[in-house]
């Protein structure tokens, strides 16, 4: 047992550091699922001054937990947005997160499934409204007859489907049309052949993770993926990030291992476009037992803010490969 525990330990600490690449600081931008859904919105506004656009995926409003608590999933015709825009307005001027007026400058792609009944779709109608207020470049995609799940073309259950793996194949690159519009929309796009050839690397987590909380639920192993044309490139590549939903990291039990990371449809997106796509990974533990992101105070009090601790983490993974 004890051999089988030092070799356990020997494989996670052998994770490559993450790298630093040539990437244009301009052009940053997240998405997510769910709990990563609510953390992209949490991210970007915090962050909004670095991170040129957002994509939630059965997300919720920024700060909406605050207020609203589970109303904010299933009862999202009382979040009011009003009281959401103020308490941007006064986070900013006190400086726990970026001025709102880069906002203005964003690009926003928000997805919500009529048959998403874990968070229904009237929280992702309420995002469109909240970044309106803020004069974003914002659409809403609405139509798309899906569950609780990411949209890929191919891949995953059942389209109207909330079931394992939380991936649901609707003949829809969800992907790339989240990326195409954050980039302006002249992105080349994927088909079911497209390959990815380029490196899938799994890299040390807990160097950041330990930096700023030792009890943040972060796995020792998080997911990039380096297009070929950004390996040693003398041309900037983008960066984006993904945030995962609710049992979907590495290690949740609805997910085989990097099922999600590989299989919902942004690094062909990445590959034909010279995108960077970074997967952090949240991990399962007693606190945390969802493996969920921080979108609504369970791990830090600050959480909506630049204090909170996976906001942190996050940043900090930005800023090591940004460089």
Known sequence: MLGLLALCVGIVA???????????KSQISVSGLSSGGGFTTQF????????????????????????????????????????????????????????????AQSKVFVFHGPHDFFVEAGAGRKIVEYYQRFNAD???????QAGHGFPTWDYGTDCDATFIPGINRCQYW???????????????APDPNTPTPGQF?????????????NTAAFDPIGYIYVPIGCQNSATPCRLHVNFHGCFQGRQGWIIDDDEYARNTGYNEVG???????????????????????????LDSADYQTKRGHHVQIVKAMIDRVTG
């Not at 052998?14 to 244009?24: M, P």
């Not at 890299?203 to 930096?211: K, L």
């Open 14 to 24: 052998a994770q490559e550091r993450l790298g630093q690449y040539n990437v244009d």
């Open 174 to 188: 969800g992907a790339y049309n989240a990326l195409n519009h954050i980039y302006g929309g002249n992105l080349q």
């Open 44 to 103: 970007h506004v915090v962050h909004s001054a670095s991170i040129m656009g957002a994509a939630p995926f059965s997300g919720v409003p920024y700060n909406c937990m605050t207020h609203h608590g589970g109303d904010c999933s299933q009862d999202p015709d009382v979040i009011n947005i009003d009281t959401l825009v103020t308490d941007t307005n006064n986070f900013a001027a006190n400086g726990d997160i970026d001025p709102v007026s880069n906002l």
């Open 271 to 297: 590959e034909l476009n010279n995108i960077i796509i970074l997967h952090p990974q949240i991990e399962p533990t007693d606190d945390n037992p969802g493996g969920c992101w921080d979108w609504n105070g």
């Open 201 to 213: 690397i799994s890299f040390d987590q807990h160097e950041f993770r330990n930096a700023v909380s």
């Open 138 to 144: 914002v659409i809403g995609e609405f139509d798309i």
